[in-house]
Structures are given as C-alpha cells and as structure tokens.
C-alpha cells in the first residue's frame, strides 16, 4: 500500500468488539465523498489482507496434512510431551492464529479462546487419524485429509445480531462481575500498633496542652466548614464538659478506630472476597474493608484535607473538520473547527463556597470533629484534632457569653420600658380625672389639688424614668 | 447481510448507559513509530449538509484486553487528522 508508507502508518484488522466507549472522543466530518475515498482504501486494505491470509492458510493446512512422525517422535517420559505432539500443536496453532484472522477478517466474530480450543481440536484430529504406513512412519491416509480441518466452526460464535442480544442479556450479569471484582484487593493494608498510637496520643497531649487555648476563631471555621458529621465529642462539648473530659472522649474514639484497625491487620491482608459491600461484617463483628472503602472513607472524613480540586475532562471533543479538497490546509482560517464542552473550574468553586457560606457552628459541627477522630491515625491528625476541638470550645464559650450578655441587655430595656408605660397610664389617667373636674363645684377643689399633684409627678417620672420615687418627691 | 459482507468491518461498542451498538469500522491503522493504534469508525450520522461524522479512538492493548481510549495529545491528534486528510483524497 503506497499510503500506508508515505503515512508512516499500518493498516491493521484486529479484534475490537464490545469495547466500553471513551468518555473524551474525538470526532469528524467528513464530506461524503471524502468518507467513501477512506472507506474504499481500507476495503481494498482488508480485501487484499483477506486474500493474502488464505494463501497463507492453505498452505500451513498442506504442510499439516503431510506431516509424518518416525515411532520414536511419540516416546516420552513421564509428565512429558512427545516431539510430535509438540510439533503438532505447533503447526495447528499456525492454522488456527490464521483461520481466527480471516474470520476477523470476514467480519465472523470468534470466541477469544478460538486459536487454543482450536489448536487442541486439530492435534486431536492428527492423532486419532495418523496411521503407520509402509515407510515405517506415522502420516495421515490420503482418505483421511480431508476430514482433518473438520468443524472450524465450532469454535466460531454465532452472527453479530445473536452475539448482541447475548452479550445485552448478559449485560447486568457482566456488570455485576465488575462491582464485584473492585472489591478483590491483595493489598496488604498496614496499621499501626495500638502501643505506638498510645504513645504518640500521649505526647501529643502533653506537648500541644499549652497550644490548645491559642487557636483564633477563624482556623476554627476553616477547620469546621468542610465538615458535617456527628459524634461524642460534640455531646461533651455542649454540655461544657472540661478539657481532661476531652482527652478521654478522643483517646476512646482512637481506641475504637485502632480495634478495627487491628482486627483488618490480624488477618494480615484484605482478604479477598467477592461478596456484595452490605454483607461485609464477620461473625466476629469485625469488617472487611478493601483499601477503596477506607481511602473514601477517610477522604470524606478526614479533616485536614483541603477541598479537592476538581479537573474537569474534555467530555466531547467534536471536530468539525472538512476534509474536501478546497478546505485541506485552510485550517488556519477556518477551515477546522473546534468545539470543546469544558466545565469552567469557577463554576465547580462557586459551588463548594456555597457549601462553605451554609456552615454555621452548630452543635453538629462540632461533633464533626469527633467522628474525625475515628480517622485519626497519625501524629499530625491527632495534633491537629486537638487544635481543632479547643478552638471550637473557646469559640462556643465566647459565643454563649455573647448571647448572655445580649440576653441581660435584653430584659434590662424591657424593665425600663415597662416603668415607663407605667408612668405614661398614670400621666393619663391624671390628665382625665383633671379635666373631668375642671370648673365644677368648690367642694372638690381637694380632689382637684390631689390630682395636679400626681399629674406633677408622672409628668416628673416621664422626664427622669431612673430616678425612684422618693427623689422625685424629693424635688 | 450487508453488515457480514467481506470489506465492510461491524463492531460492536457499549456507551456509557451500557447500551451496544453497532458502527462501522472506517479505518484501523498504527503508526510505525510509536506502534499506537487507532480505530476510526462512524455510526453513519449525517448532518444537514450530508457530512458524516466519523468517531477517532486509540485503542489500549496494553494490558492484554484491548480498550478504547481518547485522544488526549494535540500532536497526537494533528497527525491522526493528517492521515485521514490523505486519505480522504485516494481514488
């Protein structure tokens, strides 16, 4: 093929069938005729190729039919293959590598285990029908060659269309394989020992003791905001629990996470399992958990992680592209072009710090940090645990003295207002009386004197609301 | 059937909803220098201007089962374009 060369290229027919499609695939238009042009030169590829291989095949099945072995070819020891059937397999392994490309080829699709079932079936066909002839070897009777190459189509599936609707009906089946084979891991998962956790525990309480009470606010929400989860220590800290009661609560939800820690470690690796993720609990109550489950786990869990930055793939790549002759090479100004459907990494920040402006330091946030500490394993997880819930205390005791205050502030006003309603019904109600009485007979000018002098005093009490009682007689 | 006839080459794809296809094959071919192969078939889509859109994937054998793969690198892509653009034009 003269394009093959110039190309630096090969035209190749090889077994591609029911393969998952990419996610990024590329694509282009071709105008018709420029589409049945490449259509037509690999045609042309594959007829030639078709042709070439069964030459290829005829004479490979020639040189099977006459092969001869001496009686000796045959003698083996124990365990052993004989020269001839070595030489045998050898040969019917060429036919059948051959006959699996033709039928590639032609378009008949094979079982993958074509050549080796194959292969096994014509040494088979060699043996049983070999005979000893007159020249003292074994050779397959003139009679006998033709039956030799016999069913080839056993091995051979049935059309495309039944193999679809298999391969459809097959499919959940295929897809529950797959769920199933994630799960088999050989990994060997390591753990601490829960000495070493101690000790680390430990000293790590004793050496950030100090530290604790010095983290602001602000690292606190950094902390806290990625974080929504439940847990004992938020119990603790609600109820104002002190600072050894935290210590106690953390080293429990340690000791917890070292005893399921220990129990996956005592069976020296994931132990390879295949059966569905809610049925993953021991009779001894421990759990197999495969090294994806943990890593998600504690992805989702751990709280020093940063938020993950999302890369988003080119989904689709759709290349418009013209491949008529006017248009080759004027791809510079227009002649290509490119359409590519990318999410804007801002659009994916924009969501996560709408997540952020949600959090509020809730009671369930800071129980987030306990379940964290069913994470924790290392030295710097558990420091910055213990950052992280003394902030968080700090933080939650401001936030109540806050409210205390308001709260006293609250109902100090409320008083003031109340006395001063108070005050203002007595101004009215003097006002009324007065001018009920105003101009009326002589006899109640004491009422009326009496009147004026607590109409004095509300009007005194409306101007100084402090003052008691007895200073604005006073006055 | 057509679909069997001695140079049309059917294969069958699954896409991401796990539902099988059959497309054509259009072109199947490896670059002698880097021997990565390249699989280029078409679901004979055509467009208002009659143009066919023709699917390009690089096909992984590298781990035993062949895989489909995209086309990630640029150069790799130009010269995918360069072959096809070559051989649109054979008579």
Known sequence: MPYEDALGIEFVDRDLNLLQVPKSLRSIRFKMPSFLNS?????????????????????????????????????????????????????????ARLEEK????????????????????????????ARFNSHNVYSIPDENKGSLFSNNTEYI?????????????????????????????????????????????????????????????????????????????????????????????????????????????GSAKIERYSEPANDMINEDGTYRLTRDQIDEDFRKTYINERPEEVKVEKSSNDVEFELEEDLIGKKDNGGAKEMINVIPFEEIKDESSKEAVHFDYDDDSIQAITKAVDKAETKDDIQALLERVSALKRKQTESKMKALRAKEKAEESETMKEQAKARLEAYKSALEEDISYNGESAEKDTKTAENNERLIEAMLSMIHPEADEESIRTK | MDNQEVGKKMMSIVADDGSIEEVEVILAF???????EYVIYTKNEKDENGNVTVYVSNVDRSSGEPKLMGVEDEDEWNRIKDVLRELSKAE
Do not use: C, W
Request: glycine letters at 2%; charged letters at 40%; aromatic letters at 4%.
């Open chain 2, 30 to 36: 490896e670059f002698k220098d880097n021997k990565k």
């Open chain 1, 102 to 129: 033709l039928n590639i080829l032609k378009n008949i699709p094979v079982s993958p285990k074509f050549v080796s079932n194959r292969a096994i079936k014509l040494k088979d066909n060699m043996i049983k029908n």
């Open chain 1, 39 to 95: 259509s037509k030169v690999y045609e042309k590829f594959r007829e030639m190729q078709i042709a070439r291989t069964e030459k290829k095949l005829e004479k490979s099945k020639d040189s099977f039919k006459d092969l001869e072995f001496s009686p000796r070819d045959f003698s083996k020891g124990m365990g052993e293959i004989s020269t001839a059937e070595k030489e045998i397999m050898k040969e019917a392994k060429n036919i």
């Open chain 1, 157 to 265: 599936i049935d059309s495309p269309d039944k193999i679809i609707a298999e391969e459809t009906n097959n499919t959940a089946n295929e897809v529950k394989k797959m769920m199933e084979s994630k799960n088999i891991r050989d990994d060997i998962i390591v753990v601490p020992d829960r000495e070493s956790v101690q000790k680390t525990i430990n000293d790590e309480f004793a050496k950030h003791e100090d530290n604790i009470r010095n983290i602001s606010a602000e690292e606190v929400a950094d902390v806290v905001e990625k974080e929504n989860l439940k847990g004992e220590i938020g119990e603790a800290m609600e109820n104002n629990v002190n600072e050894e009661q935290i210590k106690r609560a953390v080293s429990e939800a340690v000791n917890d996470r070292m005893r399921v820690s220990q129990n996956a470690a």
